[in-house]
């Protein structure tokens, strides 16, 4: 099998689940610790460095399981069990094995762990892994990119969050309101990188 | 149950403590698929069924299930309801499945089913925790239809597939801005800021 094709189509699916198809901005996933957890720049981005961990794992190890075990079994319906049994034990291990080794990254990332497990837009990629049908290389690649692409968003939220916390806001609009018209905003302007990828 | 009980506990859910504007909790899975009013509305009606059943399993088993897994036993059981309604769905409406796509999957991670079982049916009957759940789902099923209905007649000039009288004829200058992804989070937050300010009115006159 010549692998270097699938390297390229890789990258273009990382690059395209970065910008041109967000996962939180134009799928909606992941958006219930988007508006949680975007007050500070720090937590956001340990939380944002945790999703990127995560699902790039989750999605490679998903992937052999589904292709290695549940396909040959035919037992293809049981594909969201599989899934979050796996991510939830894949976070727990993650957890013991920083706490174990390093406890400054454990300091860091440690709270943002377990609020992973029920993050959707690792279980979205998960299921968007196997409807489009990706090779194993690919899988990767769009793993990595969504997790990219979410921590991008999550990041330049706190920032923007952060500039705003002085302003006047009508009450019926502070907190989730306000943060979903800037996430608005937001996806209005990455639908400006449609077409920056030809052939996609 | 007392009927004014049930009468309190479902304007508790449907309006002071609503899912959508009042914990916002749980918006992620469906407002991906709120650009057309019938794929709202299937989607409405299999979290209605996930959350109803799965609050009352959770309620049953509530004595049974040891603390510490209790996560992953709730998981579980949601799991399975997901597995039920994404098999009768590709057997019947399987046009309806494939638009849907991961989205029916995705309703194991919304938050709101997860909440409800740790709020209510973890220490509750399994009656009442039924109820709960059913009326949860129903709160949130209303905003999400009112939001699918100004986004499909506004972006589409349709309404559940049908030409809707003025917004479908050269009058109106389509708001196509409304199906696609900033059109939900736009409708999402002026819902939100619209209820929120009845409901701040509300509070401040009862004082």
């Known amino acids: 099998m010549n692998i270097t094709p699938q390297i390229t189509q890789a990258f273009i699916v ?22 949680g957890c975007s007050r500070e720049v720090r937590s956001s981005v340990g939380l944002g460095l945790a999703v990127i961990f995560v699902m790039t794992c989750t999605c490679a190890l998903n992937w052999i ?34 706490d174990r080794f390093s406890p400054y990254l454990y300091q860091r990332l440690g709270v943002f762990l377990p609020l992973i497990t029920v993050n959707c837009a690792i279980l979205g990629a998960c299921l968007f892994m196997v409807i489009r049908n990706y090779s194993f290389i690919v899988t990767v690649g769009y793993g990595l990119g969504s997790g990219i692409g979410w921590f991008l968003a999550i990041v330049a939220m706190a920032n923007i969050r952060g500039k705003l916390a002085n302003d006047l806001i009508p009450k019926g609009l502070q907190g989730p309101g306000i943060t979903l018209i800037i996430a608005g905003i937001m996806a209005l302007a990455f639908i400006g990188f449609t077409g920056v990828l030809a052939g996609q | 149950m007392a009927k004014s009980q049930t ?66 036993v709730e998981t579980l059981i949601i799991a399975f309801y997901v597995i039920i309604v994404d098999v009768i769905l590709k057997a019947y409406w399987p046009q309806m499945s494939e638009s849907l796509g991961p989205y029916v999957g995705l309703i194991i991670t919304n ?34 239809l009112i939001i699918a209905t100004f986004r499909e007649v506004l972006g589409m000039g349709t309404f559940l597939g049908f030409a809707v009288p ?26 939100v800021w619209i209820f929120r300010s009845i409901q701040i009115a509300s509070q401040e006159k009862t004082k």
């Open chain 1, 14 to 35: 990382c690059i395209s689940a970065i910008f041109t198809q967000n996962i939180l901005l134009s799928y909606f996933l992941g958006l219930c610790p988007f508006i």
């Open chain 1, 65 to 98: 399981l589904y292709h290695f075990v549940l396909e040959p079994l035919h037992l293809e319906f049981f594909r969201f069990i599989m899934f979050i049994i796996i991510i939830a034990a894949f976070v727990q291990f993650v957890e013991m094995v920083i």
């Open chain 2, 7 to 72: 009468k309190e506990l479902a304007l508790e859910d449907l309006w002071s403590n609503n899912p959508v504007f009042g914990q916002v909790l749980g918006i992620c899975s469906t407002l991906a698929v709120t650009n057309l009013v019938l794929n709202t509305t299937v989607m409405c009606a299999a979290l209605i069924f996930t959350l109803s059943f799965s609050s009352m399993s959770v309620s049953v088993l509530r004595k049974f299930t040891p603390r510490n897994i209790r996560m992953m």
């Open chain 2, 111 to 144: 938050c709101i089913v997860m909440g409800r079982c740790e709020a209510c049916a973890n220490s509750n009957p399994p009656a009442r925790a039924m109820l709960d759940g059913f009326f949860n789902a129903l709160g949130y099923s209303f905003v999400l």
């Open chain 2, 166 to 191: 003025y917004f479908s004829s050269s009058y109106w200058d389509k708001w196509i801005i409304m199906v696609m992804p900033p059109g939900a989070f736009f409708m999402l937050a002026i819902v």
